[in-house]
């Protein structure tokens, strides 16, 4: 691969589920959450490309491929439930504020 180097795109996986990581633990917004989420996801989705080129399958290292195509899937689906979850929420509070969610029914 060229490009980054192996120690360069594990950082820079690292580097973003922190930055997940640490939007998930701070922010109250609920919009601001999910993209938090997905940089997380992102993490994860890099690191199995990245290791699909060095594994050693007959396929030629797909399945890591595979397995990031299906988590760009749950990811999309992910974003849906959210937003959909937002739109009730704001309408049944009025605000997307995670802490004013503290029930399950609206």
């Known amino acids: 691969m ?31 959450l999910l993209v938090a989420i997905e940089i ?8 199995f490309v990245y290791f699909a ?22 990811a999309a689906t992910e974003v849906a439930v959210g937003l959909a979850i937002v739109l009730a929420l704001n309408r049944a509070k009025g605000t997307i504020n995670v802490a004013e969610a503290t029930e399950l029914r609206l």
């Open 40 to 47: 997380a996801m992102n993490a994860a989705i890099l690191n």
């Open 53 to 74: 080129a060095y594994a050693p399958t007959t396929a030629g290292g797909l399945s890591g491929q595979a397995i990031a195509v299906v988590l760009v899937g749950f």
């Open 2 to 32: 060229s490009g980054l180097s192996e120690v360069g795109l594990l950082a820079l996986s690292g580097a973003l589920l922190a930055v997940g990581l640490l939007g998930v633990l701070t922010r109250r917004n609920f919009i601001l």
